[in-house]
C-alpha cells in the first residue's frame, strides 16, 4: 500500500519525465528533417549563362549558411539526366525549355521560369548576309553533345532542310566556340546563351563577327510552343560601332529553375528568394519583374513555387535568419501536435490510475454482493460452509490488496461490510437453530 501511495505521489516526476521524452523525440525529429547545408546544382560549361548564374546563386545561398556546389555540365541535357538520377547528388538545374522530352519526370518539379535564353547565330563577317543557307560545307559549331544547344540546333537544322553532310558540326562549349571563331578557326557558331553572358556581349562588340538572324521566327515559333520570339535591337551590342548594325530576330526559350522532387522545402523557398534577386531585373528582352515566373514548360510547377509566388516567402523568413526560421518552423510543425497528444495523455493517466484501483475495490464488492444476495433468498444447495470459505476468501484478498491511500477508505469499507456479512450468515444461524430448538420443545411437551 506505501508502494501504491509513493507511486501516486510521483505524478508530477512521471509527468516530467514523459514530456521530457516527448521533447527529446521531437528534438530527434526536427534534427533529423532540418535542411541540407550543401546543395549541388548542375549548371553548364565555363563562360555560358547557366554556370555564370550559377554563381550568382552560390554567393547567395551562402549568406544564408547553406553551401552551393556548382557541377559544370555540357548543358541542359545533361542537366535533366543528373536531376533525373538520385544517384548523382544534384538537387537542382537550369533547364532550357524544350529539353526534358516526352517522358514525364515525376521525379522533378519546377520553380519557374527565370529568364529567355535566344539562339544566337554568330559568323565571321565575310559571310554577312547568307544566313543558314551560307553554312553548307562550313565548319559550324552547334554546342557539345549533351547541351541544350545541339538539341535545338540539330533540330532547327532539321526543319530547315539542311544538310548535315554538306559541313562540319562541331560539338564545341560556348567559350571554345567562340575564341575559334575570333582566330577564324571556324566559320560560325551557333549557342544557345543569355544576353547576359560575357560571351555574348563580347561577339556583338568585335568587328570580326556578324549576328544573323534566324528565318522564319514565327513559323517555328507556332510549331515548337516552347520557343518565343525576340528582337536584338540595332546598336545594342556597341551604339558608337552601331552594332549589330540593324535589328536581329531570334527565337528564344526560357530557362527553368528545376529541383528534385525530395528537395526540402525551405532550401525551395531559398532558391526561390535567389532567383528574385538574380532575374528580376530588367533586360533588353524582358522587363523588370517579369523574373521569375510561375510557368511550367515541361514540368509541373512546384506546390511550394505557388504558394511563394502567391504569398512570397514563409512568414519566419522575413524576421528570422534562415536557420533560425527552419529551426523554429520545424519545432511548429513537430512539437504542436506532440502537445496536442501529450497534454490529454497527461490528463487522463490520473483518471485511468484512479479508475484501476477503484475497479479492484469494486470487483470485490460485486463478489461480496453476491454472496449476500445467496444468505438473504437462502439458496438451495450452498452450505453455510461453502459461504463462510467465500468470505474468508474475500477477506484474505481484500488484506493483501494494496491501494494508494486516497483509496484505502473504499478499502476500510469493504472490510466491514464483509464483517456485515459475515455477522448475518451467523445471525441467520443462530435464528435457524433458535427456531429448531422451539419447535423440538414443543414437539416434547406434547
Known amino acids: 500500500m506505501a508502494t501504491e501511495g509513493r507511486t501516486r505521489a510521483r505524478w508530477p516526476l512521471i509527468a516530467i519525465a514523459v514530456t521530457a521524452l516527448a521533447i527529446a523525440l521531437a528534438v530527434f525529429i526536427v534534427v533529423n528533417t532540418m535542411p541540407p547545408r550543401v546543395v549541388v546544382m548542375a549548371t553548364g560549361g565555363e563562360g555560358g549563362a547557366y554556370h555564370e548564374f550559377g554563381k550568382r546563386y552560390r554567393e547567395i545561398l551562402g549568406r544564408a549558411g547553406v ?62 548576309g547568307t544566313g543558314l543557307d551560307g553554312l553548307r560545307g562550313r565548319k559550324v559549331s552547334i554546342g557539345p553533345e549533351g547541351s541544350g544547344t545541339r538539341s535545338l540546333a540539330l533540330e532547327l537544322l532539321r526543319r530547315y532542310g539542311f544538310d548535315r553532310q554538306a559541313g ?55 510549331l515548337y510552343p516552347y520557343l518565343n520570339k525576340v528582337v536584338v535591337p540595332a546598336g545594342v551590342g556597341d551604339l558608337a560601332k552601331n552594332r549589330p548594325a540593324s535589328d536581329v530576330t531570334l527565337f528564344a526559350p526560357k530557362a527553368s529553375l528545376i529541383v528534385r522532387s525530395d528537395l526540402h522545402s525551405a532550401i525551395r523557398y531559398l532558391l526561390l528568394t535567389a532567383a528574385v534577386e538574380v532575374h528580376s531585373g530588367p533586360g533588353i528582352f524582358q522587363r523588370a519583374g517579369q523574373f521569375p515566373a510561375a510557368e511550367s514548360i515541361d514540368i509541373p510547377l512546384s506546390g511550394d513555387a505557388l504558394q511563394f509566388y502567391k504569398s512570397g516567402r514563409p512568414f519566419l523568413q522575413n524576421y528570422l535568419p534562415f536557420w533560425m526560421a527552419s529551426l523554429v518552423g520545424r519545432l511548429i510543425i513537430v512539437v504542436i501536435p506532440i502537445i496536442g497528444v501529450l497534454y490529454p495523455l497527461l490528463r487522463a493517466l490520473p483518471a485511468a490510475y484512479g479508475w484501476l484501483m477503484r475497479s479492484k475495490i469494486t470487483r470485490l464488492y460485486g463478489e461480496l454482493r453476491f454472496l449476500e444476495d445467496q444468505i438473504g433468498a437462502g439458496a438451495a444447495g450452498v452450505h453455510d460452509g461453502e459461504i463462510v470459505a467465500e468470505l474468508d476468501r474475500l477477506e484474505q484478498q481484500a488484506n493483501h490488496l494494496h491501494v494508494p491511500a486516497g483509496y484505502a477508505s473504499m478499502l476500510y469499507m469493504l472490510r466491514n461490510h464483509i464483517d456485515l456479512v459475515r455477522a448475518r450468515l451467523g445471525a441467520r444461524n443462530l435464528g435457524a437453530r433458535s427456531q429448531s430448538a422451539g419447535a423440538a420443545y414443543e414437539a416434547r411437551s406434547t
Not at 517522358?103 to 565575310?126: D, H
Open 67 to 128: 553551401e552551393l556546389r556548382l557541377q559544370q555540365t555540357s548543358g541542359a541535357v545533361q542537366n535533366v539526366a543528373l536531376l533525373r538520377d538520385p544517384s548523382s547528388g544534384v538537387s537542382v538545374g537550369l533547364v532550357q525549355g524544350g529539353s526534358v522530352g516526352d517522358g514525364v519526370a515525376a521525379e522533378l518539379e519546377s520553380l519557374g521560369t527565370v529568364f529567355y535564353e535566344p539562339l544566337w547565330l554568330f559568323s565571321r563577317s565575310e559571310l554577312r
Open 168 to 222: 562540319e558540326l562541331l560539338g564545341l562549349s560556348t567559350q571554345a566556340a567562340a575564341e575559334k571563331l575570333l582566330a577564324g578557326e571556324i566559320d560560325a557558331a551557333i549557342m544557345l546563351v543569355s544576353w547576359d553572358s560575357p560571351v555574348v556581349r563580347q561577339l556583338l562588340a568585335d568587328e570580326r563577327v556578324e549576328v544573323a538572324s534566324f528565318p522564319h521566327t514565327d513559323a517555328y515559333v507556332a
